[in-house]
């Protein structure tokens, strides 16, 4: 779908913003410096404020990625349901380091809570998401989705 296609379907207020981007980046995987352009004109906001507001949210990628991303929910309900446990087992079966960016091809990130909180711990797979996860499945989620 176009991003004019896309841009339509959200009249342009501050409300549809986040709404818009999430749309765009399921369309082409993350949102590029013409496509900010695009919508802050079309949302009538200075370009700069699109990209501050692009960027404050991790789910919004402004740079493309050849990697796979793997995500774990670092908020206090996952945490305390052993997400870090989660983290650790990755790490030692991918042989990367959270938040390290040195492996060609995976990344490992935390991720803010995704107010799944009653269902987590909470595991993302680029963007296939997985619930209330246990250390013990994590082996058959990365191996069956990378």
Avoid: W
């Amino acid at each position: 779908m176009s991003l004019q296609k896309i841009l339509l379907q959200f009249e342009p207020k501050p409300e549809n913003l986040l709404p818009a981007l999430k749309e765009i980046q399921k369309e082409n995987k993350y949102i590029n410096r013409e496509n900010c352009l695009k919508v802050a004109k079309y949302f009538s906001l200075p370009l700069a404020q699109v990209y501050s507001f692009a960027s404050f949210f991790d789910e919004i990628k402004l740079k493309k990625s050849g990697k796979k991303i793997i995500k774990v929910c670092s908020g206090g309900p996952c945490m305390m349901k052993n997400s870090t446990e989660i983290v650790r087992q990755i790490e030692l079966l991918l042989k990367i380091e959270a938040e390290n960016d040195a492996h060609p091809k995976y990344k490992l990130e935390y991720i803010s809570c995704r107010g799944l909180c009653d269902r987590g711990p909470i595991v993302m797979v680029d963007e296939q998401v997985f619930e209330k996860v246990r250390p013990e499945m994590v082996d058959d989620i990365i191996l069956n989705y990378l």
